[in-house]
């Protein structure tokens, strides 16, 4: 089988919400690779459009450059993670284009594509068109300010960006104006893309009964119809015009025709025979998925037309979040059937996360990028336990919470399951030099009626059901441990005639945490692979799995020594975690509060020569400065500024630091100051902006 995650955008870190969606996925491969099948784990990063433009741009960088260190950041903080790709690839390759342009021009010759006129919002200053989100404005309902250019925030109405009061480009802040451009469309409204959707999405099992649901009524099967969800998509890919889709109110399928290029400047594939014109990111990025596995393929030599080709009998499952459900369901199911693809087996949706209940926020420091965890020192595992503990089936969303976190991890995996090893082996290293005795059987029967067995466990993780799982796995936990407090191996211990019956009770015990650690190998790789080693067990996979059996460690057979295999989760550890990820630079998009002068005053605001600045080595975010303020010794000064720009950009430039700002000690040194940065507050534009002094202005000088 084929297996793919959605593509994270290249513009910006891997943070937790992300992660539920590639362990949720990682944690199904790892099971159908311990049953024994054939599985290919691919995905890529979504490197195209005009927010990756804009930011290598705003870096002083190519785009090239930026997505080849944002690549490596991605698969570092997968690695640390446990997520095992066997193929992770970038959607700006050479086998992308080759698909691309190959299926473009095979909906082509199927009559598939039309080309027309649109109109749309110019940037006269930058010369280039605006994507509905990179333009804000008054909104035409409401007239609350500074909304987005295709919905309001504050009333919820959706409309065009031609229709906006007052709009402004974020990009350079001038007026845009509507200029007409040729552009391309997919088809999707043909009632043969009609009819083989309906067909496909509605069959049975294909999907999740919300999103069957869902695609119900975009495909006109419902009594009242409804209007298409057009996302932004991945990790802030823009969207694009042309992208809603039912007829409301008629119950009939009136799917629109889909906007699938974009026009110069943009960072993409240009369409062939189109000078000018440029593959719309969103549809060069689900033909991503094809050629990462067309890289891997060439790389193994395996035939790449068995798995992709119309009669493959191969299976190929999508693990997607619930906001990209119409691209995954609508257009691509589409473009791969009239293109020559096979359509997917089934896709899944998930739900959002969030974090104690809300959505995750950077000015609470709940949106908590994977580098930062890292950093903090939290295990990985403890996340892919907490997030498998919750996640179920359904497209609902996951809730973090914290305190249940720390609580649960502490509980379960410190507290009941490493626990069983921590209470027996230590008696079998002192007593029988690590070797096993027989089991108690009459004690192993016992623990069947604990949980579910290893087929329906299998049948759980298999329909995704995770959460039902992992409580099955810890129902046998607690079976074993009350075994333990039963027994009571530490008295049988102080009593030399029962050496054999202690060493029984702990050789059952043991036997049956080797079969608990290869039920939870999906979940925690690493911990599992360590427990095995020390166990000296060999086989592991499914099948092997009989509780009632030896567990490949007949009577006679040698045990390591056992460490701590987890430690426990410290509450100061998540409150620091919370901390790091406090953005500091977030505020309202509506004026502040006024001032008063006396309020200004207190702030020392002087211009500043930044004399070096290099990466601080330990953190993702952090650049430290010496800054020349006219005093006898430059200042240190950090700043969490590395993502948006490279260091040697900042030498010799003379800009505005706050001289007065109380020293700060971090980890890695005292901070004497702080520069100012423009920001935009919305979030449209993921880039700073920095104040630069005219020139013969001098270090020193103070800002009044």
Known sequence: MLVTSALPYANGDIHLGHLVEYIQTDVWVRYQKLCGHEVHYVCADDTHGTPVMLRAEALGITPETLIESVWHEHTRDFRDFGIAFDHYYTTHSEENRELAQRIYKALNEAGLIERRSIAQMYDPQREMFLPDRFIRGTCPRCGAP????????????????????DPRSVVSGAVPVRRNSEHHFF?????????????WALEEGRLQNEARNKLREWLGHSDGGAEVEAGAGEAGVEAGAGEAGVEAGTGEARLADWDISRDAPYFGFEIPDAPGKYFYVWLDA???????????????????????GPDSSCEQYHFIGKDILYFHT?????????????????????????????KMSKSRGTFINARSYIEQGLNPEWLRYYFAAKLNASMEDLDLNLEDFVARVNADLVGKLVNIAARCSGFLARRNDGCLGASEHSALEGFAGAWCGPQSLGALYEGREYSRAMREVMALCDAVNQYIDQRKPWELARQAERGAELQQVCSTAMRVFAHLMRMLQPVLPGTAARALDLLRVSNRDWASIDPLGDAGMPP????????????????????????????????????????GIEDFARVDLRLGKILSAEAVQGSSKLLKLAVDLGEAAPRIIFSGIREHVAPERLLGRTTVVVANLAPRKMRFGTSEGMLLTATDVSGEINSMFFLDAEEGARPGMKLS
């Open 146 to 165: 500074d909304q987005y250019g295709d919905s309001c925030e504050v009333c919820g109405a959706t409309y065009s960006p031609t229709d906006l009061i």
């Open 187 to 199: 088809r999707l409204s043909d009632q043969r893309c009609v009819d083989f959707l309906r067909q």
């Open 286 to 308: 689900p033909i991503g998925y094809y050629a990462s596995f067309l890289r891997h393929a060439r790389n193994r030599n395996l035939d790449f037309d068995a798995f992709t």
């Open 330 to 358: 609508l257009f691509w199911p589409a473009m791969l059937h009239f293109s020559g693809f096979r359509p997917p087996t089934k896709v899944f949706a998930h739900g959002f996360l969030t974090v104690d209940g809300q």
């Open 556 to 595: 006679g057979h040698r045990i390591e020594v056992f460490p701590h295999l987890l430690a426990r989760v410290d509450r100061k550890q998540i409150d620091a975690l919370v901390e790091a990820n406090r953005e500091q630079r977030t505020g309202p998009a509506t004026p502040s509060p006024p001032i």
